[in-house]
């Protein structure tokens, strides 16, 4: 999983995206959720970091079941009947299919996110035709991301041993709390522009429009069939829905 | 020496320096459980980028900033996120560009807040109670409808607050930092 070039897993991503939008059959969804499921065994991740990461959707997903039957209540049997709240079969497996949907979706990109390092990340949108200047504001962006959190929390501590109390008040007073941090780090990351601008020019970016690279990506045979695969089997099956031969 | 097509070395620094301030601030907060799991401050990084930098840099840092933190945490939501922050900073930055020489700079620009936010709460609610549950809503009524109002207050209050804390930032920055003005196209 870790050695697909990571232009075929983000091809993956998004037709499994694209595909969910079309999938409401509950026996479809429910197989493909299971066979992500072992891909994401494959990735050799942790659980931890599986529930971790999964928790959000997970959550989501159980309050679109519980709010739907506020506003969808069309079909029979009547399950269950408190005054607003009635509950349908019909509905309540509906509500199941957004549910799987979301779990689906999620499933797929932590596959992506989690055996593609952040360096192929970008290599493999630049490849994939992203414009080369914006795949470099995507590494600094990726490369200053955790510096930037940890600026954060660096000046977050400097103000509280000088007796600023972040954490009193409201919601509103918490976020005001903010600006005494935000406006120190804001400097700093507006002087790491003016230095990443410089050392760009001393690079010579710009000299020539091709770029050429030390470690560049490979397809294997593997990829390529995979690939293909997604590539194909996709669109066909979206093909059938459109055209009304299959209810996804 | 420089190609025109691509952007300056200076525009590729504050884009990438803004993506990472973006994406931050959508991590800094996690205080109340919401459907997305998160209130964030981002919101206050990307009207920021609009009122300081314009709405290039605004729609760019919005959609790619939070969509890097969506592509992990909730991608279910990255075809939404991406278009609506890049919207949403964009329109901003116009807005605050476009009524700059009328004079009270504050109101500019809680105007491009209220604009550009609006922008995000609708483009969310419309996503997550007809978009998302696509195709499976057709049988029966607006299910999605639940899920898209108990977000509704979540979102209003974010870009309300956001928008208040980039509008004191940018005031703040721009007296404790006057040389940002070099790093403006």
Redesign the interface.
Known sequence: MHRVDPRVKIVGAVMLTILCFFLSNLVFLSVLLLLLQILVLLTGVGWETYKRTIWLAVRLALIFILVWPFFDQAGEPLLLDLWAYKVTLPAFLRSVAVALRILLIASGWFVLIFTTPQSQLVRGLVKLGLRYDMGLSISIALRYLPRFLDTIEQIKEAQRSRGFDMDRGGPIMKAKNYIPILIPTVAIAMRTAEELSQVLVCKGYGASKARTYLHDLHMGAIDCIILVSIATIVPFLIGLDVLGFVQL | ???S??????E??????????V??MT???V??PA???Y?N?GE?MIF?AAFVFGRKIAG?SGA??AG?ID??????F??ATLIIKFSEGFVAGTIADALKKYGNLQAVRAFAVEIGGSIMIIGYFLYEAF???????D?????????A??ELPWNI?QVL??G??AI??TT??EK??P??A??RS
């Open positions: 020496m420089h190609d097509e691509l952007m300056s070395p200076r590729i620094a504050v884009l990438g320096v803004m993506i990472a301030l994406a931050a991590l800094i907060i205080p109340i459907t997305r799991g209130f401050l206050t920021f760019l790619i900033g890097l592509a992990i945490v909730a991608p279910y990255l075809p978009i998302l549950p696509i195709g499976i809503t049988g029966g009524g607006g299910g999605g409808l639940g899920a109002l108990i209050s607050i956001g208040l804390i004191l930032l703040g920055i404790a930092y040389r940002i070099d790093l």
